[in-house]
């Protein structure tokens, strides 16, 4: 468990459920990932009942973004692990009540130092949308570097979208 002294990133529990099904099944957010259906909550009951919490047993580790008061705000994830270039890729959401308090800033950090200290991984990447600002602002103050555009790569209501591939060495 990692944490500093406004927030910790700890294992996903069953009570975590109720957050867990409001933030997947909120298609406004559908558009960033690659959902493009709602999940029951059976389906998430056994998502977590299955997680070993070990990204290199399940290909993916989700931790749960929790203020200092023991509130859950939102979810930081490293998938697409990469063992032999030692790499995944990162995916953050926060509660909108959350969002613009440097909670994001704090919990990639965070996470940037257990993917380094404890995965042994080299690097970290992410792919946001190029109109995301707030996204854009996260990964930069975080010391992520924009290396490339990925043109058309997002299908949106609109058609298609740039994306922007964001890398940080560790």
């Known amino acids: 468990m990692f944490r500093n ?3 910790r990133l700890r294992a996903v529990e069953p009570e975590d459920l109720d957050l867990m099904y409001l933030i997947e099944n909120d298609t406004s957010l559908w558009a960033l990932g690659s959902a493009t259906v709602p999940y029951s909550r059976y389906s998430l009951k056994q998502f977590i009942a299955q997680s070993q919490n070990d990204i290199f047993r399940d290909g993916q580790l989700r931790l749960v973004i929790e203020a200092a008061g023991a509130e859950a705000m939102g979810f930081i994830d490293l998938q697409g692990l990469e063992l032999r270039h030692r790499r995944a890729e990162v995916g953050i959401v ?3 009540g ?5 909670y994001a800033t704090d919990a990639l950090c965070l996470l940037c130092q257990y993917a380094q200290q404890h995965l042994a991984l080299h690097q970290l990447t992410a792919v946001v949308a190029s109109k995301n600002e707030p996204a854009r602002r996260l ?4 010391g992520f570097a924009c290396l490339s555009t990925l043109p058309q ?3 949106s209501g609109d058609g298609f ?3 922007l591939l964001w890398q940080k060495l560790l």
Not at 98 to 102: N, P, S, V
Not at 139 to 142: G, L, N, P, V, Y
């Open 5 to 7: 002294e406004r927030l």
């Open 94 to 96: 926060l509660l909108p």
């Open 98 to 102: 959350y969002q613009g308090r440097g």
């Open 139 to 142: 990964f930069q103050r975080a």
């Open 153 to 155: 790569w997002l299908s």
């Open 161 to 163: 979208e740039d994306a």
